[in-house]
């Protein structure tokens, strides 16, 4: 197991390594912020004087060498436009970001994973039918057209939920949250709903056809042949084959859920990472973009470090198979 996560480690720092260059290339080599952040009345003096206290006058190479050292002390420099720490910005409105995440993969779990084990076993019936049936309309729906159709029902037809915005937050040691403020969960249904619904889909057919294919397997016969009862084989011997490969997808939308929640974010107002992350790359924004960018890849190599020893705790032939390629 020690070789397995080190290997895993090693790689992961590779990618770190290799996104960090990709990252900077392609925001560093697009645009000219001065453009956006000067007035088009501004003389040459004002531009040289911006263009060198950004540090855009130095070669591309030189300002790369600076990122990269700045980036190993956790320093992604000073926004353009807000002019303060562009980490500290991020992280600001990290907790927007992540509850809403985690509250759309709670969905995703509790919703996705009984209807597909339930599609599964009655598959032939009109339950099972329909389960499926809804997982194919809701891959077929666009986020941003749910999103504005919720809107229009509970926010301005039935006048049920606010149309957008966070709402009142509680806090928990410094961080704020909906969660922890009744009033507050409102706000968050809609877009956890909206941000959930396609991964939904993907966890109902994933687990229907983890379902059908381990009700086929010897061992649920056997389970059969013991007298055990329904419950015990769902429970025991089905759930823990089928969650294999759903947690494997399960912790890759989770990255996918923070880091792509941009259009939500934006539809329902949403003040997290997404919504900043476009009002940046609108003004050319670098530092805040840069560390945006950097914080979801380390999310998702972290996430996926998990995933792989969550699954090679589930099905230990994985770390064996690893470590003697």
């Known amino acids: 197991m020690l ?50 206290r950004l540090g855009l006058d130095k070669p591309l190479y030189v300002q790369f060498g600076m990122f990269a050292w700045n980036l190993l002390h956790g320093d992604f420099g000073k926004s353009f436009v807000h002019g303060v720490d562009a980490l500290g910005l991020i992280v600001s409105r990290m907790p927007a ?54 809107i229009l029902l509970f926010a301005v037809t039935l006048q049920w939920l606010p149309a ?47 379902t059908r294919e381990a009700m086929l397997q010897d061992y649920v016969r056997f389970a059969r042949a013991k007298g055990l009862s329904p419950a015990r084989i769902i429970g025991v011997h089905l759930m823990k084959n089928i969650l294999i490969p759903v947690v494997t997808v399960l912790g890759l939308e989770l990255g996918a859920m923070i880091a792509f929640a941009v259009v939500t974010e934006q539809v329902f107002s949403w003040p997290g990472m997404g919504k900043l992350l476009i009002d940046s790359i609108y003004r050319l924004d670098r530092p805040v973009i840069v560390a945006y960018l950097m914080i979801v890849v380390v999310m998702f190599v972290i996430i996926n470090l998990v995933v792989d020893i969550l699954y090679s705790i589930l099905d230990p032939r994985v770390r064996l198979q690893d470590v003697e390629a």
Not at 37 to 46: C, F, G, K
Not at 100 to 105: E, K, Q, W
């Open 164 to 210: 957008g915005g966070r709402g009142p937050t509680g806090t928990l040691f410094g961080v704020e949250l909906s969660l922890l403020n009744p009033a507050g969960w409102p706000n968050l249904i809609m877009p956890a709903l909206t941000l959930a619904i396609y991964k939904t889909s993907l966890v109902i057919r994933l687990a229907y056809a983890g």
């Open 97 to 150: 970001t992540l509850e809403l995440a985690v509250v759309a993969l709670g969905l995703t779990a509790l919703i996705g994973v009984p209807l597909g084990v339930i599609a599964g076993l009655k598959h032939d019936t009109v339950v099972g039918r329909s389960i499926m049936t809804g997982s194919v309309v809701g891959f077929s729906l666009p986020n941003f057209w749910f999103g504005i159709m919720l």
């Open 3 to 52: 070789v397995f996560i080190l290997r895993r480690l090693g790689q992961s720092a590779f990618v770190v390594t290799a996104m960090a260059v990709l990252v900077f290339l392609g925001v560093y080599a697009i645009g000219n912020p001065i453009d956006i952040l000067l007035a088009p009345d501004a003389d040459q003096a004002e531009r040289d004087a911006a263009v060198a």
